[in-house]
């Protein structure tokens, strides 16, 4: 037995337990930074093994100092020599136990995994099962490379595919996976091919990984916008063409996005007391993020402090809306760092777990279209509060309106937007307004020099709301 295998059992829990008490929060996806780790158990283990290849499967529970409690997914492997200090949790005699995403073999026996029906029992009675989705496998000798974006979670590429790994686990589906399955059979082309997924399944299953198709040259929507702007500012005028000229177009996107996810998962009607509720954790919320701007002391928030009654009442009045349109299954943290174009032309959405910061319970919920077409506003004006200046300014305006207009090109047929124009604008701005409250409360703990970005918003948004411009169009039009 290879001493991987070893600690593949019950006896071997605590020795793990002890290795990982020093190297977890090490690990820049580890969530749980600020917070005193009180101690590491081994919640469940189990071995995947191929000939010439192991991963020690292990979910670690995190107990905090005060009360609270997360599980972590910490695939190991043996690695090389010349592992990294840092990287290294244990010494084994085959050589340092590392993070298995270092390690290429690992990787493409994760990744196959993916794409097999197969399944492995861990130590705890669980089933540690594939569910392939496309009918394709990943090559045997795929070269690896890491992706450095996340920070949550952890991606490699695999030749022409993509494994992704949860981190930060929690029981249910990630709505990741199961909308990219869905819209995958749909043959949307809307987002990247799904080839398969990993699951532990210990009554409700929780997704551990998911094995997508690499969309190769492609340019994120942030970098082509955030570049855009640069040029304007530089110079007065746009280079080569990059977003804007094609904002109607991912518009449209969205919006088919959202009509094969409404044909997969059904549509819902919003009723009274659902609004309630909604204008009531919207209020909430603007409760805490501004009892914490004031506990900052922050001076940009000041503008938004003093129209907190004018914010409390606008949401309130959410709860007036007598057509909220159907309520379906959504992207929920939608912006430009979410969506890549595609060397053909194509538009494709990504990562679809929601806000991290909300329960997933709460990510699976249906919900207004319109939120996603509030995320993606609030996105351009985070691009355009990069620099500053007339021509920026107006590229903000045009890419907020040519997004709209694309959006409602599709949406309006297929039925996804409130019969009344009146009252899907109304309702989008108090998504909007809602967004950028979220906002605030993030850069506060995170980015306090982004501070004044969600409070511009939060400013104009309400300005919007209680003063329309004259001769707006009655849509959705910003």
């Given at each position: ?44 283990v ?7 290849t ?6 670690a ?26 990287s ?26 993916c ?9 705890g009675?669980?089933r540690?099962?594939?569910?392939p ?10 070269p690896?490379?890491?992706m ?41 082309g ?5 080839h ?53 177009s ?46 900052h ?10 129209r ?17 349109g ?34 997933l ?15 993606m506003?609030?996105s ?30 599709v ?11 009146g ?5 989008r701005?108090?998504?909007e ?8 409360g ?25 003063r329309p ?10």
């Amino acid at each position: 037995m290879s001493s991987l295998a070893a600690l593949a059992t019950p006896s071997a829990e605590r020795t793990l337990a002890g290795a990982l008490r020093e190297w977890l929060p090490r690990q820049r996806w580890f969530a749980g930074k600020a917070r005193t780790v009180a101690e590491v158990a081994v919640h469940d283990v189990a071995l995947l093994a191929d000939p010439g290849t192991e991963v020690l499967m292990l979910v670690a529970e995190v107990s905090y100092t005060d009360g609270g409690a997360e599980r972590y997914q910490v695939p190991l492997a043996v690695g090389p020599p010349q592992a990294e200090r840092a990287s290294v949790a244990a010494h084994l005699p085959e050589g340092p136990l590392v993070d298995a995403l270092v390690v290429p073999a690992a990787c493409r026996l994760l990744a196959r995994r993916c794409t097999e029906e197969r399944a492995e029992h861990t130590a705890g009675g669980h089933r540690l099962a594939g569910r392939p989705a496309s009918g394709a496998t990943p090559p045997p000798d795929a070269p690896m490379r890491a992706m450095d974006a996340e920070q949550s979670n952890s991606s490699v590429v695999l030749g022409d595919m993509v494994l992704k790994l949860f981190r930060k686990l929690e029981p249910g589906e990630n709505p990741d996976v199961e909308l990219t399955r869905a819209l995958t059979a749909h043959r949307v082309g809307t987002v990247p091919v799904q080839h398969g997924a990993l699951e532990l399944d210990g009554g409700e299953p929780t997704t551990l990984a998911v094995l997508t198709a690499l969309v190769p040259g492609a340019a994120q929507g942030w970098e082509l916008a955030t570049r855009e702007v640069e040029d304007l500012a530089d110079r007065g005028e746009r280079g080569v063409p990059g977003l804007l000229d094609d904002a109607e177009s991912l518009g449209e996107a969205v919006a088919r996005t959202h009509a094969a996810l409404a044909d997969a998962f059904g549509r819902q009607a919003a009723d009274a007391a659902l609004l309630r509720r909604w204008a009531d954790g919207m209020r909430d919320q603007a409760q805490r993020v501004l009892a914490t701007a004031r506990a900052h002391a922050r001076d940009e928030t000041a503008s938004v402090a003093a129209r907190m009654d004018e914010l409390d009442a606008v949401f309130a009045g959410l709860a007036g809306i007598t057509d909220a349109g159907p309520l379906i299954r959504v992207h929920g943290d939608l912006h430009l760092g979410q969506v890549l174009r595609s060397e053909d032309g194509r538009w494709l959405l990504l990562d679809f777990e929601g806000e991290p910061a909300r329960p997933l319970a709460e990510r699976r919920l249906p919900h207004s279209p319109l939120k996603d077409v509030a995320g993606m506003l609030r996105s351009f004006d985070y691009a355009a509060a990069q620099v500053r200046g007339d021509a920026v300014e107006n590229w903000r305006a045009t890419a907020r309106r040519r997004f709209v207009a694309g959006y409602e090109r599709v949406a309006t047929p297929a039925d996804l937007l409130p019969s009344d124009p009146g009252q899907a604008r109304r309702l989008r701005d108090l998504l909007e307004l809602d967004k950028a409250v979220y906002e605030l409360g993030y850069e506060l703990a995170n980015r306090p020099d982004w501070v004044r970005v969600p409070v511009s918003g939060i400013v104009a948004t309400l300005d919007r709301i209680a003063r329309p411009a004259p001769g707006l169009h009655p849509g959705l039009a910003p």
